[in-house]
């Protein structure tokens, strides 16, 4: 870990990460290769694309909270 960073900073940082998934999924519709009529896997693009960041929505939120400091953290009684 960085001498300079806190396990705070990363925390704040962590908390973005669930932005990247809800951004794809509010700008498919105005995606060019992702709304058309065109197929993926035989099934439509957008479906797909929605499909897929919805799914990775809860591993985004895994690592947030697993990047979490909790109470019962030794480092963080003080």
Known sequence: MDPG???R???GLLV???LVPT???LSAVWLPFVN???LWLGMPRLFVWCSAWVLLITPAL???EW???HADD???RS
Do not use: D
Request: charged residues 25%; hydrophobic residues 35%; glycine residues 4%.
């Open 74 to 76: 030794p480092e963080e």
């Open 16 to 18: 973005l990460l669930p």
């Open 9 to 11: 900073s990363r925390h």
């Open 67 to 69: 990047g979490r400091p």
């Open 36 to 38: 058309t009529p065109r």
């Open 23 to 25: 951004l794809a999924l």
């Open 62 to 64: 895994a690592v947030v």
């Open 5 to 7: 960073r806190t396990p």
